[in-house]
């Protein structure tokens, strides 16, 4: 019976050697090692051996059985390795076909803006300083000189955290910030960020928007310093046909203030976009307050010093013609793939 078991061993062996097919390997292995296969048979007929004998023809057919399962393996890896070669040798697959393209995604809209700005300040010397969105009462009102009570604490409700804390309603406590920690030097930054007040949202007014401070502090730092870096600001954002002007107003925070203001595109004739007017609001500013000054730490006998602050999203609706604010927030890809 041995010599039956080796002989079959070996006929099962060379078949699979033959198989050149891997479709071929489940008919092979059902036929030598599957529930009905010979050496299952072979197995059965061991009933008829003496007690002595069957252990070990037992251990006989099983080694045969792993080898016979080892072999099968080795040459179901061997058949797909050759059947992929054959694949990849054959013209199948063509690695010169352009690939399929991988969808990249782009910079909002917003910080395009953001990093225009910046790249006009830094021209003129200016440094990106940035301070926190949640801030205090104390340097959002306080050192501002807008003391509690103040009148113009109505031209900024916020979203309070508690009766301290708030999530700040300008970019302008981030001058205190700056001047505390660059004093005594002098100072040349612009403050981005995102304000917050408590407004109703409509097309024109969100409760959350980004704007650019502008600040600098120095010896003999005139008024027309600020208007000559707006001007230059104008033009370099949107064309040098821009003319820039000024009217007065009023900031707690600066004295004297001014707002500023930029030719429309439709060269002054009047258009939609300026209601007419043939110019278009840009910035509040104005020379820095003494008393914003002391707070800063500078001497205002010795030290002056201009500030801005200006929208960011208003000016990209109007460069643009979006005729609402709130896609600005609306994360609708239809919008943002425009720009
Ligand atoms: N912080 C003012 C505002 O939000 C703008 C401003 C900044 C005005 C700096 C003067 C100087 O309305």
């Given at each position: 019976m041995i010599e039956a078991i080796h002989a079959l061993r070996q006929q099962a062996e060379q078949e699979l050697e033959r198989?050149?097919?891997?479709?071929a390997l489940p008919e092979w292995y059902r036929r030598y090692?599957?529930?009905?296969g010979e050496l299952t048979q072979q197995l059965k007929q061991?009933?008829?051996?003496s007690p002595e004998e069957r252990p070990k023809m037992g251990k006989v057919v099983n080694k045969v059985k792993q080898t016979l399962e080892d072999a099968f393996h080795a040459r179901q890896q061997s058949l797909q390795t050759e059947q992929l070669n054959r694949e990849l040798a054959?013209?199948?697959?063509?690695?010169t076909l352009p690939g399929r393209p991988v969808h990249t995604g782009h910079l909002h809209l917003t910080t395009q803006t953001l990093r225009k700005i910046y790249r006009i300040f830094g021209e003129m010397g200016f440094q990106v300083y940035e301070a926190p969105d949640v801030e205090t009462d104390e340097y959002n009102f306080q050192l501002l000189?807008?003391?509690?009570?103040?009148?113009?604490r109505d031209m900024w409700d916020t979203f309070w955290?508690?009766?301290?804390?708030?999530?700040?309603?300008?970019?302008?406590p981030g001058q205190i910030r700056a001047m505390r920690e660059y004093h005594p030097d002098p100072i040349r930054v612009i403050l981005p960020g995102k304000c917050y007040r408590y407004e109703q949202i409509t097309p024109r007014s969100e409760h959350q928007f980004f704007q650019v401070e502008g600040l600098a502090v120095g010896k003999n730092i005139r008024l027309t310093d600020l208007i000559g870096v707006m001007s230059e600001f104008a033009r370099k954002m949107y064309g040098q046909e821009r003319e820039v002007r000024i009217r007065g107003s009023y900031f707690?925070?600066?004295?004297p203030s001014i707002e500023i203001d930029m030719s429309c595109s439709c060269e002054k004739v009047g258009c939609r976009l300026c209601k007419q007017t043939g110019w278009l609001e840009i910035a509040g500013a104005g020379m820095v307050h003494p008393v914003v000054l002391r707070n800063g730490g500078y001497e205002p006998e010795e030290w002056t010093g201009f500030a801005l602050g200006m929208g960011v999203e208003r000016p990209a609706l109007l460069k643009h013609g979006?005729?609402?604010?709130?896609y600005f927030y609306g994360n609708d890809l239809r919008f943002l793939q425009q720009f």
């Open positions: 198989l050149d097919d891997a479709a090692l599957g529930r009905k061991m009933g008829a051996l054959g013209d199948d697959l063509d690695v000189n807008i003391p509690e009570y103040h009148p113009a955290v508690n009766d301290q804390v708030l999530l700040r309603t300008h970019t302008s707690p925070f600066t004295e979006i005729q609402d604010i709130r």
